[in-house]
């Protein structure tokens, strides 16, 4: 939680979103993201849009670090709450997504675009890649693939995306695979070919804390989301036919829970193993978000603020 004093400060950020209009605070998870782009919207009376894969989908909210209604109160959101649990929802419908918020958010609104998901903020800055759509059925059959044999045959059709790809994640490798199989070329050549970016040049903020300080984040926030009904959302959604094969329900943690519900797993065994699954995570996005040009590295709130601070002296940006 940020001071009142601390707030005040943060009239630098305000300063550069009346200069830029946009500005990322990208990191992992659990570092702070969400507080900080909350302080600089209510000083600045700006927009938060979301940068995440699983705050579009209603009724997960409490797993996925949702706002709450309160923190919506304090300033707007958008980009979350956008499909239904056994929608499908793809990089390209979060653009659209996007495009269509940015029409509808007054002119001159300073704009915090805010989140773990690298890809979206990727697509945002540099446009989206020019592969088709993915053959459905295609993707069901890839699916039903163990992690293993999807990652096997995309080393071998496409070794230059797997150079910089998350390999532990699965929806990647399907999406992947399926446009290399359904159209005979690499999905990497096809990321070559890119359309015209949403946010060309915005940049911003990658927070990064201390190695030493990101489990016990970790930790802290997995049993905080516990203790607000956590296991409780998964039951709502185990009610919902077909929800443990959707998109949605591969959530971090999600299924994990529902092992716990299901009797298979402990209490305490659960939120280790959450907890274990969390960090694997936030180091793929560390990675991801390291080799991301135009974003300033800031262990916390007070260095980000010197940061902005340093930005409005010298009256730029960093550099793209």
């Not at 943060?10 to 302080?39: D, M, Q, Y």
């Not at 890809?119 to 699916?143: F, K, T, V």
């Not at 096809?190 to 990064?208: D, T």
């Amino acid at each position: 939680m940020f001071t009142d004093s601390f707030v005040l400060t943060f009239r630098g950020f305000a300063a550069i979103l009346t200069w830029v209009n946009a500005l990322f605070i990208v990191g992992p998870t659990a570092v702070g993201k969400s507080a900080l782009a909350l302080t600089v919207a209510r000083c600045c009376g700006g927009v938060i849009c979301a940068m995440d894969a699983f705050q579009v989908y209603r009724r997960l909210d409490i797993g996925t670090g949702k706002p709450t209604v309160g923190e919506q109160a304090a300033a707007p959101h958008r980009l979350i709450n956008l499909c239904d649990p056994l929608d499908r929802f793809s990089v390209a419908d979060y653009l659209r997504e996007a495009e269509r918020a940015l029409t509808v958010i007054p002119a001159g609104t300073p704009r915090i675009w805010t989140g773990g998901t690298g890809l979206y903020a990727r697509a945002l800055r540099l446009g989206l890649g020019a592969a088709p759509a993915s053959d459905p059925e295609l993707a069901r059959q890839l699916d039903a693939l163990p992690l293993t044999v999807l990652q096997e045959e995309i080393r071998r059709l496409d070794p230059a995306w797997c150079a910089t790809a998350d390999l532990q994640n699965p929806r990647r490798i399907i999406r992947a695979l399926a446009v290399a199989r359904g159209t005979g070329k690499p999905f990497s050549e096809w990321q070559r070919e890119r359309g015209k970016p949403l946010l060309a040049k915005a940049n911003g903020i990658f927070l990064l804390p201390k190695r030493e300080e990101g489990r016990s984040r970790i930790a802290a926030r997995v049993r905080q989301m516990w203790a607000a009904g956590w296991p409780d959302e998964v039951q709502s959604l185990l009610t919902v036919s077909g929800w443990r094969e959707s998109q949605s329900a591969r959530a971090l943690g999600y299924l994990t829970i529902a092992d716990y519900l299901d009797g298979r797993l402990g209490r305490s065994e659960c939120l280790e193993k959450i907890i274990t699954q969390t960090g694997q995570y936030a180091k793929r996005q560390v990675t991801w978000f390291r080799k991301e040009p135009g974003f300033a590295v800031a262990a916390d709130g007070d260095e980000a603020l010197r940061l902005a601070e340093q930005w409005l002296r010298e009256g730029r940006l960093p550099e793209s």
